[in-house]
């Protein structure tokens, strides 16, 4: 090779060189302007992070919120119920209260109208003996006495006021005299455990009436 070739050789690659060391700075910039690039488009997405994560915990902390609420209405729900139930159960035992004291009136009732048919039967049977039955007597009696002496006479006139005093004190006396077969009764033990107003009105009724029958049935025979 011949020095021509060999210069004109050097020649070349110096300008390669020449030309690559020309279009190096050119892809430096390149390089740099890429570089400006990716770095932006890091801190845009390190700031969409950002806003992100404060969304996502902005969320979260409504989530929260929110949970709690729901645990709240479902505590109020809870007592609401507990409350409901008492007023159901507190209702209930007045309905049951109210119910029984209805019975008890019913009970009442019943006996107070029983006690006013015996009072009314006993009255009814008092006032037919003094009204008709006793007439009857007196006019027998005086019609007897009569035909006998003044002395006896004198003590069948006695005899009578008496009697109609004495069925003037029954219409009067016969409610204390219950009261105090009933005062005397409960103080027994062994009676105490009978003691009702039916049984105690009969017995007032029968303190009063078997004595005046028998005297009356003495009388006549």
């Known amino acids: 090779m011949d020095a021509e070739s060999v210069l004109e050789e050097r020649i070349q690659d110096l300008n390669a060189k020449t030309l690559s060391l020309k279009e190096h700075p050119k892809s430096l910039e390149d390089m740099a302007n890429k570089s400006t690039y990716l770095q932006s488009a890091l801190s845009d997405l390190k700031d969409h992070s950002f806003l992100a994560d404060e969304k996502l915990n902005a969320q979260e902390e409504e989530v929260h919120g929110l949970w709690a609420v729901s645990r709240k209405s479902s505590f109020d729900l809870y007592v609401l119920e507990l409350k409901m139930a008492e007023v159901v159960t507190e209702q209930w035992v007045q309905i049951q209260?109210?119910?029984?004291?209805?019975?008890?009136?019913?009970?009442?009732?019943?006996?107070?109208?029983?006690?006013?048919?015996?009072?009314?039967?006993?009255?009814?049977?008092?006032?037919?003996?003094?009204?008709?039955?006793?007439?009857?007597?007196?006019?027998?009696?005086?019609?007897?006495?009569?035909?006998?002496?003044?002395?006896?006479?004198?003590?069948?006139?006695?005899?009578?006021?008496?009697?109609?005093?004495?069925?003037?004190?029954?219409?009067?006396?016969?409610?204390?005299?219950?009261?105090?077969?009933?005062?005397?009764?409960?103080?027994n033990e062994l009676t105490a455990a009978f003691v009702n107003d039916e049984l105690v009105f009969f017995l007032a009724s029968a303190f009063i009436t078997f004595p005046v029958l028998g005297a009356w049935m003495l009388l006549l025979t």
Do not use: W
Not at 119 to 125: I, N, P
Not at 131 to 148: I, M, N, V
Not at 151 to 157: G, K, P, Q, T
């Open 97 to 187: 209260h109210l119910e029984q004291l209805l019975q008890i009136a019913k009970m009442r009732a019943l006996q107070a109208q029983k006690q006013r048919n015996m009072r009314c039967t006993f009255l009814k049977f008092i006032d037919g003996i003094s009204g008709r039955h006793l007439p009857k007597l007196f006019k027998a009696l005086d019609a007897y006495s009569l035909g006998k002496g003044p002395i006896i006479r004198y003590y069948v006139s006695q005899a009578l006021q008496q009697l109609k005093r004495f069925y003037s004190a029954i219409r009067r006396f016969h409610p204390e005299l219950q009261a105090f077969i009933k005062e005397e009764m409960q103080r």
